[in-house]
């Protein structure tokens, strides 16, 4: 389909391992979001970026959290030397540019850190 | 304090039953969102709204800016609809982020 697709949907590393998560906009979208959504909650805002430019990395929990889009279009979150805090769904949106446009959000990566 | 509070947390209904789930806010926002989420995570944007009221189907949205609270109705509630119902905003200082609630996880039975 030409949805927001994420890879891999489940991935398990040991604690201190360095992770990547994958996210393949809609294309000819502009915006595109990550956030994490520990069990039970709510997503919370991670990053947003507008074509390859990181807008706003303010939700990044802490330095060893990295995201980048470097042609616009694909985008890589890295969590550099995991911790068990960091076990989470991490789920990419991406979005037409415009403040009136809808997210559409891909199905997530589920990260357990053991 | 949240800034998005969502009620109740948990909902079970029978087949046929009509359903309300709240969302009270406490910043101005630009728009209000209702997503749904099925087992094993995707989400779906069902409502965008910012005034008055959407329909679409069985879903109903409401929103009453001057109190800071909206509704998500559905009517004559079936099994799939059984998911977590979640409410997200966009305050007005941001033209991108959204802040979302807990979520309310709504179970039908047959």
């Known amino acids: 389909g030409a949805g927001v697709s994420q890879s891999p949907r489940y991935k398990v590393a040991k604690r201190g391992q360095d992770v990547a998560l994958r996210c393949d906009p809609i294309s000819g979208h502009v915006s595109l979001f990550w956030y994490q959504q520990a069990l039970g909650q709510g997503p919370e805002f991670l990053t947003y970026f507008q074509n390859e430019a990181q807008l706003d990395k303010s939700g990044l929990p802490s330095d060893r959290f990295f995201a980048e889009r470097p042609e616009g279009s694909v985008s890589t979150l890295k969590i550099q030397r995991t911790q068990q805090e960091d076990s989470a769904v991490y789920l990419c949106?991406?979005?037409?540019?415009?403040?009136?446009?809808?997210?559409?959000f891909g199905d997530g990566t589920r990260l357990s850190i053991l | 304090k949240n800034e998005v509070e969502q009620s109740p947390q948990n909902l079970t209904a029978q087949e046929g039953e009509f359903i309300t789930i709240n969302c009270s806010y406490s910043?101005?926002?630009?728009?209000l969102h209702w997503l749904q989420q099925h087992p094993g995570g995707g989400i779906v944007s069902l409502f965008m709204?910012?005034?008055g009221k959407k329909k679409h189907g069985r879903l109903i949205a409401t929103i009453n800016i001057q109190e800071k609270h909206s509704s998500l109705h559905i009517t004559a509630s079936h099994p799939r609809d059984s998911a977590v119902y979640i409410c997200?905003?966009?305050?007005?200082?941001?033209?991108?982020?959204?802040?979302f609630g807990k979520g309310t996880l709504l179970t039908v039975n047959p």
């Open positions: 709204l910012s005034s």
């Open positions: 910043v101005g926002i630009s728009a």
């Open positions: 949106a991406s979005s037409l540019e415009g403040q009136h446009q809808p997210q559409h």
């Open positions: 997200a905003v966009r305050s007005g200082g941001s033209n991108y982020k959204l802040t």
